[in-house]
């Protein structure tokens, strides 16, 4: 093995923290969309602008190593979503339990007024079905939508991951090869 050559779990865990910022502008973003609407857009873009950053990062390590395997990218992009994920955990855990203690409970009694006022009966009796979880206080607290939110995360990065490795691999190796 070359000894400069970077570990696949380096270069993520040296990605992370850089796609950190993206992953929380997206979430705050995204979230403060349901008091102010005009949120939303900057909310896509930081969402467009989180696998922009993961090819760029794949490809750098493609270019390096032009050898490198599919699952060798795949892996990468997987890691460097779980490490970006862990960089804005404390973020994420501290804004739903102390600056948006609420935010949680909003969106469910938003959910049940929608659901509530739809003529389909399905989705009375998902409002019905929100109002027990409210009256049992079975509402996720902070901790939990924490890492539902890491988990999710992970999973659509991984899934993102996939078809950006298959690309890479597959037509990046070509235009590497042209630029040889």
């Known amino acids: 093995m070359d000894e400069n050559k970077k570990s696949v ?26 008091m102010h609407s005009w949120c939303a857009l900057p909310g896509l873009l930081f969402m467009v602008a989180v696998p922009v950053f993961v090819w760029r990062s794949m490809y ?27 960089f804005i955990a404390p973020v994420m855990y501290a804004s739903l339990r102390w600056f948006w ?4 409970s909003d969106q469910v009694s938003a959910l049940i007024s929608l659901y509530s006022s ?31 939110m890491i988990y999710a995360i992970v999973v659509s990065g991984m899934m993102g991951s996939l078809a950006l490795s298959f ?13 040889s």
Not at 18 to 33: E, H, Y
Not at 64 to 84: E, H, K, M, N
Not at 125 to 135: W, Y
């Open 60 to 86: 750098r390590t493609l270019r390096d190593d032009p050898q490198a395997a599919f699952s060798t990218l795949w892996l990468q992009g997987i890691c460097t979503f779980f490490f970006g994920a862990l």
């Open 101 to 104: 203690p609420n935010y949680i």
């Open 9 to 34: 779990y380096r270069v993520s865990a040296e990605c992370g923290p850089k796609m950190a910022p993206l992953l929380l502008g997206a979430l705050v973003c995204i979230g403060a969309s349901a």
């Open 167 to 179: 690309c890479l691999h597959t037509l990046g190796r070509k235009g590497l090869a042209h630029n």
């Open 118 to 148: 739809a003529p389909e009966p399905e989705m009375k009796q998902m409002a019905d079905a929100l109002s027990r979880a409210v009256s049992q206080n079975g509402l996720p607290g902070a901790a939990h939508m924490t890492l539902e």
